[in-house]
């Protein structure tokens, strides 16, 4: 396995509310974006970062979406009542997608509008999806991705962690074989290049260190208005 992790701050933002974390000794990986326009972004996405490294406590693939699930709701919880005691950190909030590598399965916990993909030969594999308003009208048949009103309600969040004092989370499991790519990333890369794209451009390579710096400079080409981060593995 080789993998890769990048952060950047892009074009536009002024500071950087982006965290992610590799722990190759659990193969854990997370992505968290803290949420644009509210106080303590940054502060949020770190602390789900640091929570669920430390919280996470599992022997075995049973114990593992029952244990990872429990380490994101924890993270849920510092976060808010971290803002339920600071007041100038009263409305921050992170997305967080954190997947775990074990006995060749990949688990993935999810929340908000950061994404998991898998790319397997010509095929394109997205478990997640993202929880904001445009999605969710999507789905009821009221818009579609065509609407300019998409792109509008997109960057409204219907779930994040930190908002409440509890929060629903999205369990996956998918198995793996050998040549897949992972790529977990934040709204920053998935906005601005398309999945097949991304696909188009892994298939002649090897390393996710070159991949992953050709992904963030596509992004920049194209605007970068948000912040970047991605984790990029190879099997």
Not at 199 to 219: F, I, W, Y
Request: aromatic share 4%; proline share 2%; with cysteine.
């Amino acid at each position: 396995m080789k993998v890769v992790g990048i952060t950047d701050i892009g074009l536009v933002r002024k500071r950087n509310e982006d965290s992610y974390l590799i722990d190759t000794d659990r193969n854990l990986f997370l992505v968290c974006d803290g949420m644009g326009g509210h106080h303590g972004g940054d502060i949020a996405s770190r602390l789900a970062t640091e929570t669920i490294n430390k919280e996470l406590v599992f022997h075995d693939i049973q114990d593992l979406p029952a244990a990872l699930g429990k380490a994101v709701q924890t993270a849920n919880r510092i976060i808010w009542e971290t803002g339920q005691t600071d007041a100038q950190l009263n409305e921050m909030g992170t997305t967080v997608t954190a997947a775990v590598m074990l006995d060749e399965q990949l688990l993935i916990a999810h929340v908000g509008d950061s994404s998991l993909f898998i790319f397997r030969a010509d095929e394109i594999i997205k478990p997640t999806c993202e929880h904001t308003l445009a999605e969710h009208m999507r789905k009821d048949g009221m818009i579609d991705k065509d609407d300019e009103r998409y792109k509008s309600f997109n960057h409204v969040l219907t779930r994040a962690l930190g908002v409440d004092k509890s929060v629903e989370i999205d369990i996956h499991q998918i198995k793996l074989i050998p040549d897949d790519w992972i790529l977990l990333c934040t709204d920053g890369l998935s906005n601005l290049v398309k999945p097949q794209e991304i696909r188009d451009l892994l298939k002649d390579k090897n390393e996710p260190q070159e991949a992953s710096q050709q992904l963030l400079k596509l992004a920049l080409a194209r605007g970068g208005y948000d912040n970047i981060t991605m984790i990029l593995i190879h099997l």
